[in-house]
């Protein structure tokens, strides 16, 4: 079990631009890609990378396999308040 | 009672209003491994697949796969001969290679209804050249067992971050085996 700080803040988003520029800003952030693995939810298969810095973790879920309609990452956030209004700007 | 399933973002982002009220909150935790015929080689997409294509081939997602190379699979310790049908897209249930994976499943109660999210996350495949002892089929039954070079497909489990959500630590978590309904 993995327990926080409480200053830690939790947020997810759905973010309606392609993966590659959200991995990109949180790398940009000082995170590193710890895991990932393949989920399914929802009936759909998604690669959920795990990211870390310090105590804080960001988790990308990016749907996989063919879809024709625009895809959307979730990105869930636990992690400091400047961590999510940085992410948050991608809205 | 009413049950309520969500998505991750919908499930995180109602977590959070109730933490951002300073309602303390108990969240239940269930992990799981199966091996089912729930998720099995020819549904998953060829991204996945791919991690297989040494040792099989298909035309495309959800249909007949075969062996392109005699292969031992470690996890349910089953042979499988050069262009062996290792799933039938007719018979899915009973010919076929089922992946393990681990159920997750996080959910909470907040005045009488019960919030719930659920992910199905699929063990690694490997595939390593090893050395084994296989025990050649005669017809009078008696051999001895040979040391042969083959495939070797292993299923290793996902890293624990993948498994779980990291929260706040005013959000108490509560590991369950299941929930019973009442």
Same mark, same amino acid.
């Given at each position: 079990?993995?327990?926080?700080? /409480?200053?830690?803040?939790?947020?997810?988003?759905?973010?309606y631009i392609p993966v590659e520029s959200v991995v990109k800003e949180i790398t940009q952030l000082g995170f590193t890609e710890v895991a990932s693995a393949i989920v399914i939810t /929802?009936?759909?298969?998604?690669?959920?990378?795990?990211?870390?810095?310090?105590?804080?973790?960001?988790?990308?879920? /990016?749907?996989?396999? /063919?879809?024709?309609?625009?895809?959307?990452?979730?990105?869930t956030i636990c992690g400091k308040q400047k961590t999510v209004k940085a992410l948050r700007k991608m809205e | 009672m009413p049950i309520y399933e969500c998505n991750e973002n919908q499930?995180?982002?109602?977590?959070?209003?109730?933490?951002?009220?300073?309602?303390?909150?108990?969240?239940?935790?269930?992990?799981?491994?199966?091996?089912?015929?729930?998720?099995?080689?020819?549904?998953?997409?060829?991204?996945?697949?791919?991690?297989?294509?040494?040792?099989?081939?298909?035309?495309?997602?959800?249909?007949?796969?075969?062996?392109?190379?005699?292969?031992?699979?470690?996890?349910?310790?089953?042979?499988?001969?050069?262009?062996?049908?290792?799933?039938?897209?007719?018979?899915?249930?009973?010919?076929?290679?089922?992946?393990?994976?681990?159920?997750?499943?996080?959910?909470?109660?907040?005045?009488?209804?019960?919030?719930?999210?659920?992910?199905?996350?699929?063990?690694?495949?490997?595939?390593?050249?090893?050395t084994r002892k296989i025990k050649p089929v005669t017809l009078n039954g008696k051999s001895k067992n040979k040391s042969v070079l083959l495939h070797v497909l292993s299923f290793t489990?996902?890293?624990?971050?993948?498994?779980?959500?990291?929260?706040?630590?005013?959000?108490?978590?509560?590991?369950?085996?299941?929930?019973?309904?009442?």
């Amino acid at each position: 079990m993995i327990m926080k700080p /409480d200053k830690l803040k939790m947020k997810s988003l759905s973010l309606y631009i392609p993966v590659e520029s959200v991995v990109k800003e949180i790398t940009q952030l000082g995170f590193t890609e710890v895991a990932s693995a393949i989920v399914i939810t /929802d009936a759909k298969f998604w690669i959920k990378r795990v990211f870390k810095k310090n105590h804080e973790y960001i988790t990308v879920s /990016d749907e996989i396999g /063919d879809a024709d309609y625009l895809r959307d990452p979730i990105v869930t956030i636990c992690g400091k308040q400047k961590t999510v209004k940085a992410l948050r700007k991608m809205e | 009672m009413p049950i309520y399933e969500c998505n991750e973002n919908q499930f995180i982002e109602n977590l959070r209003k109730i933490i951002d009220t300073n309602f303390k909150i108990i969240v239940k935790r269930s992990i799981k491994l199966h091996d089912d015929t729930k998720h099995n080689i020819s549904r998953i997409p060829d991204f996945e697949f791919n991690k297989y294509n040494r040792i099989m081939r298909r035309s495309k997602q959800r249909a007949n796969v075969y062996s392109v190379k005699p292969f031992y699979d470690e996890f349910h310790k089953r042979f499988y001969t050069d262009d062996f049908k290792v799933h039938s897209a007719r018979y899915s249930r009973m010919i076929t290679l089922s992946i393990p994976y681990f159920k997750v499943e996080y959910s909470f109660d907040i005045w009488g209804e019960t919030y719930v999210y659920n992910f199905d996350a699929l063990l690694n495949p490997g595939v390593k050249l090893e050395t084994r002892k296989i025990k050649p089929v005669t017809l009078n039954g008696k051999s001895k067992n040979k040391s042969v070079l083959l495939h070797v497909l292993s299923f290793t489990p996902p890293r624990r971050e993948t498994l779980q959500i990291v929260l706040p630590q005013s959000v108490l978590i509560f590991d369950v085996n299941q929930k019973i309904k009442s």
